[in-house]
């Protein structure tokens, strides 16, 4: 079978996790501080401090930005669940901003146009986190600009999007946000097996996040308020959470991290198969903004309506060939949890039409052309 995705594990990349295991830590070493520096060194960030998942990554960014009741946070419904309920398990209030049909990103004008009411109704958001869906990046400039005049903070949730860039700078320089936040599923670009990483610019925001992944504690002398104590004296200042990355995660991220530019690169050459190979059919194949590099996480086509299947049935059509095709998202607002907070279908139209239509295809950096000929010859012979 041909999944959507899938990590691409080197013999270096198992070398690194076995060395963890004969050494002496499994976790709280050496190799988690190996593994932030290589990516805030790539990403161009001074800060990075890694966790155990993205969805903890979302949730003490939240609590870094101190989003609490009364809050809203504002995210695009084009995203998986963890994107907005981030700013539930803070107890603050969410809300969504169409996409862009084009990119499938959080539109500017939209959140421009929303900002303009909810400002006259006294509800502007705390937080926007716009997703860098499939790998390409928001329009991070404009949302900018709307931050400075409104006021709210920026979390980039780039799950999607490590390698790509935007302006010719790596998403993850946080040049347009206050956080960043990377997956590390092994489905994405690369991987930890789970795990996530945050990067920014302040480093009071990075010693908060720090300090919310392990429980709130710290062994800093020049920040204990008892002084001359043991050296095994810590001291819990905050509520925090054990959100700690291991030391096998992070040895496997700081080889992966090697691979990283080769990784993104070949998604690049897959795409342009692709797009050679389903010329002609009845597909939307993605646009790309002529300010953004992708990092292609997802290579998403949506079917046409004067294609002879629809999306349900071509879907069906190819998993029945074992090609594990996927849909890449049910928009949030339709998730039963959300519907009973007074969701709706039609909420975000835009969102819906996309996600009515989309099939993500494979894409990973170990698909073999042999199988990428196969999902296209399989898509042909449906379609025409």
């Given at each position: 079978m041909i999944p959507y995705g899938r990590q691409t594990?080197?013999?270096?990349?198992?070398?690194?996790?076995?060395?963890?295991?004969?050494?002496?830590?499994?976790?709280?070493?050496?190799?988690?501080?190996?593994?932030?520096?290589?990516?805030?060194?790539?990403?161009?960030?001074?800060?990075?401090?890694?966790?155990?998942?993205?969805?903890?990554?979302?949730?003490?960014?939240?609590?870094?930005?101190?989003?609490?009741?009364?809050?809203?946070?504002?995210?695009?419904?084009?995203?998986?669940?963890?994107?907005?309920?981030?700013?539930?398990?803070?107890?603050?209030?969410?809300?969504?901003?169409?996409?862009?049909?084009?990119?499938?990103?959080?539109?500017?004008?939209?959140?421009?146009?929303?900002l303009v009411t909810a400002k006259k109704a006294g509800r502007l958001p705390k937080?926007?986190?716009?997703?860098?869906?499939?790998?390409?990046?928001?329009?991070?400039?404009?949302?900018?600009?709307?931050?400075?005049?409104?006021?709210?903070?920026?979390?980039?949730?780039?799950s999607h999007a490590i390698g790509g860039r935007w302006?010719?700078?790596?998403?993850?320089?946080?040049?347009?946000?206050?956080?960043?936040?990377?997956?590390?599923?092994?489905?994405?670009?690369?991987?930890?097996?789970?795990?996530?990483?945050?990067?920014?610019?302040?480093?009071?925001?990075?010693?908060?996040?720090?300090?919310?992944?392990?429980h709130g504690i710290t062994r800093d002398?020049?920040?204990?308020?008892?002084r001359d104590q043991g050296t095994w004296y810590y001291e819990q200042q905050s509520l925090g959470f054990n959100y700690r990355m291991t030391e096998l995660q992070a040895a496997l991220g700081v080889s992966q991290m090697t691979e990283l530019d080769r990784f993104v690169a070949r998604r690049h050459e897959l795409v342009a198969r692709y797009e050679r190979g389903l010329a002609g059919?009845?597909?939307?194949?993605?646009?790309?903004?002529?300010?953004?590099?992708?990092?292609?996480?997802?290579?998403i086509v949506q079917v046409t309506d004067n294609a002879a299947l629809d999306r349900r049935a071509l879907f069906d059509t190819l998993r029945s060939a074992d090609i594990l095709a996927n849909v890449h998202y049910i928009p949030i607002h339709l998730q039963p949890h959300y519907t009973?907070?007074?969701?709706?279908?039609?909420?975000?139209?835009?969102?819906e039409a996309y996600y009515s239509r989309a099939i993500s295809l494979p894409l990973y950096a170990s698909l073999s052309e042999t199988d990428q000929d196969y999902v296209i010859a399989t898509l042909k012979e449906a379609l025409q």
């Open positions: 594990i080197s013999q270096a990349d198992i070398e690194s996790v076995v060395q963890v295991l004969r050494s002496d830590f499994l976790t709280q070493g050496p190799q988690v501080p190996a593994f932030e520096a290589a990516v805030a060194q790539h990403v161009g960030a001074p800060y990075a401090v890694a966790v155990n998942s993205a969805t903890s990554a979302l949730h003490i960014a939240c609590l870094a930005l101190e989003l609490g009741p009364g809050d809203w946070l504002w995210t695009s419904p084009n995203s998986f669940v963890a994107s907005a309920n981030c700013a539930l398990y803070c107890g603050a209030q969410v809300d969504f901003v169409d996409i862009d049909p084009q990119t499938y990103n959080l539109c500017p004008q939209r959140l421009a146009d929303k937080v926007v986190v716009p997703v860098h869906f499939a790998g390409q990046s928001c329009d991070m400039q404009a949302i900018a600009t709307l931050a400075q005049e409104y006021g709210f903070k920026v979390v980039e949730d780039a302006l010719g700078n790596f998403v993850g320089g946080c040049q347009y946000s206050d956080i960043t936040v990377f997956s590390f599923h092994p489905v994405k670009i690369i991987t930890t097996a789970e795990g996530g990483l945050l990067t920014t610019r302040d480093a009071g925001i990075a010693q908060r996040l720090a300090d919310l992944r392990s002398a020049a920040r204990l308020h008892l059919l009845p597909l939307v194949k993605p646009w790309q903004h002529s300010a953004s590099y992708s990092a292609f996480h997802l290579y009973q907070m007074g969701f709706k279908v039609g909420d975000f139209p835009n969102a």
